[in-house]
């Protein structure tokens, strides 16, 4: 039986993903439960991975890209125990699930509750998980404190927003102008930071800053970012923007200058986050928190923001929105 599956010919622009049908069905090893993926989606980490320029893979095209994916166990391999064929499960796959079916190990699968939209618990897997992670795990905000969220009318941004709602947190957000109205209908008070400056707004509107500052787009930007905090304040930095798409800044000087502030005393403090990185340290956590991301998504608590929901033959124009920054909340991308 084929299947087809987007494939990076080669590091690059959007015009390297490519599908392709293959001859014969993945068989699962020892371990391993094949899944039946039934959507994935388009972040901006799929287009560090699809550049060539994110930290920690190391595969060489020509190979399928994915960071996570919701799916339907179609065959279990041996000495599985955990899952049966029929039932549906989550996970972050980091590379692969922009793909029919595919292969995975069945200790790092988690099980998707019944009755919830296939995409709206995808949008979870790596945005919500993020954005909980960040806010309870890494920044460990406390309810009635200020958080400033950069991109906030994007996947994780929309994410962390009503997350803080649920903890009783004063939310300020930059976004595009064109984002605003969704940014302050979830709660947020948004800065447009292409007229304004964000330093600026931020002291006018609260006075002596913020708790906690969320930093995707490095380079000078973390800079600012630090600025805006009160002390015992923290800065938590997550992505590389900026040295991605060439804006100035480069990956070990945003992680040199994080360490360096601190190491001085100045009564704030930085940290990194990678959802990758804290899951190889913490495992548990990961499904864990996932598991409890999927119980006030059943509740109706969380209503993550899907931007459009695009087949997988269209992987190549969802990554040119995202790298266009045109994508309010989550692009989903159907694989069946």
């Known amino acids: ?53 994110y930290p920690g893979v190391k595969q060489k095209p020509p190979f399928s890209p994915g960071y996570d994916l919701v799916g339907v166990v179609d065959k279990v391999g041996e000495a599985t125990n955990r899952f049966e064929v029929g039932q549906r499960v989550a996970d972050l796959t980091v590379t692969g699930a922009y793909s029919e079916y595919v292969c995975l190990p069945e200790r790092r699968l988690t099980p998707v509750p019944d009755g919830l939209d296939p995409a709206e618990a995808v ?11 960040m806010l309870h795990r890494v ?26 709602n649920l903890l009783g947190l004063e939310i300020y957000g930059t976004a595009s102008k064109s984002k605003h109205e969704l940014v302050a209908s979830l709660g947020a008070t948004p800065i447009d930071y292409q007229t304004e400056d964000f330093v600026e707004r931020i002291h006018t509107l609260t006075g002596d800053g913020v708790d906690a500052s969320f930093d995707p787009i490095g380079g000078e930007h973390l800079k600012r970012s630090f600025s805006v905090l009160r002390r015992p304040g923290i800065l938590v930095s997550y992505g590389f923007y900026n040295a991605v798409i060439g804006k100035g800044g480069s990956i ?3 992680l040199l200058r994080l360490n360096l502030w601190n190491i001085l005393p100045n009564g704030r403090s930085t940290a990194f986050y990678s959802i990758g990185a804290l899951r190889k340290k913490q495992p548990a956590w990961f499904s864990k928190d996932l598991t409890d991301l999927f119980d006030l ?40």
């Open 252 to 254: 070990p000087l945003d």
């Open 139 to 164: 920044a460990k905000v406390k309810s009635g404190q200020r958080i400033l969220i950069h991109g906030a009318g994007g996947a994780v941004g929309t994410a962390m927003i009503q997350l803080g």
């Open 297 to 336: 998504l059943a509740q109706r608590k969380i209503e993550p923001i899907i931007a459009k929901r695009m087949p997988l033959s269209e992987a190549r124009q969802a990554h040119e929105l995202i790298e266009n920054a045109r994508v309010q909340g989550k692009i989903v991308l159907n694989v069946v």
């Open 123 to 133: 949008s979870l897997v790596l945005s919500y998980v993020t954005a909980y992670q």
């Open 1 to 53: 039986m084929s299947y087809k599956r987007v494939v990076i010919t080669e590091f690059g622009s959007p015009k390297v993903l490519k599908a392709i049908e293959e001859t014969k069905l993945p068989e699962p090893k020892s371990g391993e439960v094949r899944v039946k993926v039934l959507v994935t989606s388009a972040a901006f980490t799929d287009v560090m991975i699809r550049m060539g320029k």
